[in-house]
């Protein structure tokens, strides 16, 4: 049943990790009502970036709010609530990703060259076949930068997305992805770069080329 | 110590001028772009949707525990009924077992059957000696040596 106003404005002050003791301690409706409430928008929106596809990125957070209902005493109270969250959401992105790629060929030309000692997970193939999803990214811009990001390997859009479009910070980001600190600065540098050139042509198009100017 | 009005600006030529990378504004316009793309809107529905899955959800372990029960109280009555019932019970019981098999009786055949005294060795007078071959310097009685 779900819970009424006077039960959410009750609750509405507490912070995240209170409102999950609260739904740990006496499975208060309330309490996870305002949790999904804080937390939708955000998971919704990286899991969009991850995935590149609006009805994917529903359906995955989605069931990453199930698995919070599902798993609440799995949760540590003395960890940041959105830090368990985004795990969560990640472990499934990534899952849902490796269904994907199972069922796809993966061209020789998209494996690693292995020369890069960063690159540890360069046996995942980005995404090159993708088509933008124009009821989220309305403009062009945003379009061609979606496309970019689903053409890094995971292992760096997940950090990239995490860090330049969610705003978490390092430390989030290596508990979240399960990954040292060093890693995640240098898959992040990395990503960048790669980013950068990928882009490259739609900051020429908008700035002109930087070489050219005198 | 306190630097005297001139000093600051030997300070400065002094110092090298922190280099900025030709990409440095391309890595800006990056990161700017990546904060300014739009958020992914959340339907309306989305938490009517998310209820709907929760209440499916909690109804199917209970759906299944109703299934095993049943089977549970099937087995154990089926159990309890093969236990309890008459020996001369027909043979329509659904787990039936194979009826009485008469055991085979075989002849014994002579040639096993264990003698019933211990045989007793032949009186030494019968016994044939066997005479004792000559051991010769440098022979011995082992096998010879396996053939490589």
Redesign the interface.
């Known amino acids: 049943m ?1 819970p009424s106003p006077s039960e959410l404005r009750a609750l509405s002050h507490a912070s995240d990790e209170e409102l999950m003791q609260r739904f740990q301690a006496d499975n208060s409706e309330a309490a996870y ?1 305002l949790l ?2 804080r937390y ?2 955000a998971i ?2 990286f ?3 991850f995935t590149g596809n ?1 009805d994917d ?2 359906d995955i ?2 069931e990453t ?2 698995r919070l ?2 798993y609440k005493h799995s949760y540590n109270p003395e960890q940041p609530f959105s830090t368990w969250l985004y795990t969560i959401a990640a472990n499934l992105a990534r899952g849902f990703y490796q269904r994907q790629q199972r069922s796809a060929t993966i061209p020789f030309s998209a494996l690693g060259s292995g020369e890069d000692p960063d690159e540890e997970r360069s046996w995942e193939p980005p995404d090159t076949q993708y088509l933008p999803d124009t009821r ?4 062009l ?2 379009q061609r ?2 496309a970019a990001l689903m053409q890094l390997p995971p292992s760096f859009r997940e950090i ?1 997305i995490l860090r ?2 969610m ?1 978490l910070s390092y430390e989030e980001i290596a508990e979240i992805t399960q990954t040292e600190l060093g890693t995640v600065k240098s898959r992040l540098n990395r990503a ?1 770069q790669r ?2 050139e990928l ?2 042509d739609l ?1 020429e198009e908008l ?1 002109g080329n ?1 070489s050219k100017q005198p | 110590m306190s630097l005297t009005p001139h000093q600051p600006e030997q300070l400065k030529h002094l110092l090298p001028e922190v280099p900025v990378p030709e990409d440095f504004e391309q890595q800006l316009w990056l990161r700017r772009i990546l904060r300014e793309l739009p958020e992914a809107p959340v339907p309306e529905t989305f938490e009517a949707e998310l209820l709907q899955r929760l209440s499916s959800e909690r109804s199917a372990p209970s759906w299944r525990r109703w299934v095993v029960a049943a089977a549970l109280l099937l087995s154990g009555s089926l159990a309890l009924w093969y236990l309890l019932r008459p020996g001369d019970a027909p043979s329509s019981a659904p787990f039936r077992m194979p009826e009485a098999i008469p055991p085979v009786v075989v002849e014994p055949d002579a040639r096993f059957v264990l003698p019933t005294k211990p045989v007793q060795p032949p009186p030494p007078s019968q016994r044939r000696e066997l005479p004792a071959p000559a051991i010769r310097k440098g022979e011995n009685r082992f096998l010879p040596p396996p053939e490589e």
């Open positions: 779900p009502t999904v409430r939708k928008s919704v929106n899991l969009y970036r609006y990125a529903l957070a989605q709010f199930l209902y599902r989220v990214d309305t403009t811009i945003a930068v979606q990239i330049e479009i705003e960048r980013l950068q882009l490259r900051y700035y930087p």
